[in-house]
């Protein structure tokens, strides 16, 4: 069951940089695997990295936040899920900059900018006491898999996959999910 769990968080959260490896590869012209392999490398690197930062930050203040910890983690996801569906239906401006998303700095900032949801998740973790091992290898591989199957739908079929939709069902599933601690503890 808790692989189960962890696997739904980590769909949830890889979706984002799932639509942002979409956009990543309708914009490289010569895709070659090592591309694919460094951009879904930086993605899944920091969608892990991000929620053992967060499960530290969250270690810290157990003791201040014990009491009424399922209540901030339903808190916690529930804000991440509506930032995600808000994010998702926001129109982008039709002008986009040319970049380079195989730039070490653009995809740096692509990469932490699309895990900061994840962070939050960790703080979430911490406080409903998951240890968080395996949560953060399963978000990764998540999301390595998902970002490297992105590059290569963009690549290929940039023009019908749409990232916003991508967005607002990754929050949908995080919300859901948020409820999942309240529950635990009003119940068993």
Known sequence: MDCLYYSAVGIGLALDAF?????????????????????AFFFGFFQAFMPLVGWIIGEEAQTFIGFIDHWIAFILLELVGIKMIYEGCKVEDEVEKESNPLNIHILLA????TSIDALVVGVTFS???????????????????????????????GHILSGSLLEIIGGVILMLLGIKPVIEHYCF
């Open 127 to 157: 406080v409903v006491h998951i240890d968080i091992v395996t949560p953060i290898i399963i978000i990764g591989v998540i999301t390595f898999f998902m970002s490297l199957s992105g590059v290569y739908l963009g690549n290929r079929y």
């Open 19 to 39: 639509a942002v490896s979409i956009t990543t590869g309708i914009s490289i012209q010569q895709m070659r695997l090592k591309h694919a392999l460094r951009i």
């Open 110 to 113: 692509l990469a932490v900018a």
